[in-house]
């Protein structure tokens, strides 16, 4: 069973920057698209940002110009870079995954808090 595991989150002042990371347990063969949501306490699950297999990548418009995905198939890792964070960024970020199978695969959250 293929876990994975994100880390990087933490408490950070508006205007900063943090970096998640997100590791896979073992390989994943035929990756779609790797992915970081989040979920702000009262809200639903949202899309953050998404890399392809092909290389191309979304962006949640609330993110676009301050946050970057990058992924590292070597490192069997996704990550995601931070900036000019906002205290509305606030939320459990969650790595996913999917295969062309296609499965679905989850890790178990990491905490962004962004405040004075």
């Known amino acids: 069973q293929v876990q994975l595991v994100e880390s990087g989150g933490g408490l950070v002042q508006p205007g900063g920057s943090l970096r998640l990371s997100c590791a896979a347990s073992?390989?994943?063969?035929?990756?779609?698209?790797m992915a970081w949501y989040r979920q702000a306490p009262g809200k639903q699950r949202e899309l953050v940002a998404r890399?392809?297999?092909?290389?191309?990548?979304d962006y949640a418009d609330s993110v676009k110009g301050r946050f970057t995905i990058s992924s590292s198939t070597a490192a069997k890792a996704v990550y995601l870079q931070m900036s000019s964070l906002k205290p509305e960024d606030t939320a459990v970020y969650y790595c996913?995954?999917?295969?062309?199978?296609?499965?679905?695969?989850w890790g178990q959250g990491t905490q962004v808090t962004v405040s004075s």
């Open positions: 073992r390989s994943i063969e035929s990756i779609y698209a």
């Open positions: 890399i392809k297999s092909d290389g191309s990548t």
């Open positions: 996913n995954v999917v295969t062309w199978s296609p499965r679905d695969y």
